[in-house]
């Protein structure tokens, strides 16, 4: 009984703070319960992640090996290696004719480091930033966990589930807004913005004051029509993008920023502390990718063939309304003649279809309990095979 004072009184200084209790993320969850199925000798087919089937450009990989086999792997500059920060500046010119001083480039760990950065880099504590739903669930939750308050604007069939500039300044009429992070390519919808939607939003939030934050994960990834970066369009802009999408580097965790010149100090001094530097190797591999594209682009029009699968063969098998799917690699059906709750529906189907999806819920806490989505990332076997288990499984589930 002497141990019950100091016990009780550890237990509670491990006691979780209230901005860690944000919600999981579902897809990883779901890997996990199919994980599970093939540790018992089941086969998946996996749709639920954004994890493309081919690995990095072969280029990538002869530079990480040369590296290895020079020896030393050490610290790098906080903001980048200078040459990779310039490939990136200059593929800015290539790709979208902008020029950009490479002196705004900050390299980061994958996106999700990027978006770390500018939210401390940009926002206080209870500074409302505005997201849309459906969207990426880890805007919200950073957001949360850095004690900021995500605001959801629902999008609209109509607006082809795009914010626009009137959505953006109603909601900042209710309450004002600091902030506005918008994604073209969308995850999980695959719509895109066409330079005079993009241009008309961006000029919304800056005639309001509302930082803008774009998201530029999936470019490279259009089908609809060339994506527009917003650094083309503004320099007050804060740009992130990867490459774990279009280049197949997703665990390599490296990604970038373009930020304002007043904003690359600040994200210098973060980027110091949270992380000394990003991997060195990576950053290697990262600047000899560029020189991968017709290998990567090869890889791309395995999606388009994927996604012309899935539009084809989803209707057929019941799943016949579904969200744009401009570009990325994503399709967002909506299940709900079949299921009212797109969670139950995707662990059944996970179950007795063996075709691993992400419920909607994940995406939007608001609607998503009538979708799923789909990522068509994958080999068209692996498509063409989940078209057909979906399709027998429908025709005989009862919910």
């Not at 897809?27 to 018992?40: G, N, Q």
Request: aromatic share 8%; hydrophobic share 45%.
């Amino acid at each position: 009984m002497a141990n019950v004072k100091p016990l009780a009184a550890a237990a509670s200084l491990l006691t979780p703070s209230a901005r860690s209790d944000v919600p999981p993320f579902m897809v990883m969850d779901v890997m996990a319960a199919a994980a599970r199925i093939e540790a018992s000798g089941g086969h998946v087919v996996h749709m639920e992640v954004g994890q493309p089937a081919a690995s990095a450009p072969t280029c990538a990989l002869a530079a990480a090996h040369a590296a290895i086999d020079a020896g030393r792997i050490d610290y790098t500059s906080a903001l980048g290696i200078p040459s990779l920060r310039a490939r990136i500046a200059r593929h800015y010119h290539e790709t979208y004719g902008c020029a950009l001083d490479p002196e705004r480039i900050v390299v980061t760990t994958g996106s999700s480091g990027g978006f770390i950065l500018a939210f401390l880099a940009l926002f206080e504590p209870g500074d409302r930033v505005a997201v849309t739903v459906p969207g990426y669930p880890p805007y919200r939750h950073v957001l949360t966990a850095l004690g900021c308050e995500p605001v959801l604007i629902e999008t609209r069939s109509e607006d082809r589930h795009a914010l626009t500039g009137e959505m953006l300044l109603a909601a900042h009429r209710r309450a004002p807004l600091k902030g506005v992070l918008v994604a073209s390519p969308a995850n999980p919808t695959g719509t895109m913005m066409s330079s005079e939607a993009l241009s008309s939003l961006m000029a919304a939030a800056d005639g309001a004051g509302i930082r803008f934050i774009s998201d530029e994960i999936y470019h490279g990834l259009d089908y609809a029509f060339p994506a527009v970066t917003a650094a083309a369009l503004s320099q007050d802009a804060v740009v992130i993008n990867s490459f774990s999408k279009y280049f197949c580097m997703t665990g390599w965790r490296v990604g970038w920023m373009v930020v304002p010149d007043r904003l690359v100090r600040p994200i210098e001094r973060l980027q110091q502390n949270l992380a000394i530097s990003v991997p060195t190797l990576s950053q290697i591999a990262a600047e000899a990718a560029f020189e991968g594209r017709t290998e990567m682009d090869a890889v791309r029009h395995g999606y388009q063939e994927n996604r012309q699968i899935l539009i084809e063969g989803l209707p057929k098998a019941g799943l016949d309304r579904f969200l744009p799917a401009d570009g990325a690699f994503y399709l967002y059906a909506d299940v709900s003649r079949f299921c009212a709750d797109s969670f139950v529906f995707a662990s059944r189907m996970l179950e007795e279809a063996h075709v691993a999806a992400t419920p909607g819920v994940d995406f939007d806490p608001i609607h998503g309990r009538a979708f799923v989505r789909f990522s068509y990332a994958r080999s068209t076997e692996d498509m063409r095979t989940a078209v057909a288990r979906i399709g027998r499984w429908l025709a005989t589930a009862t919910f």
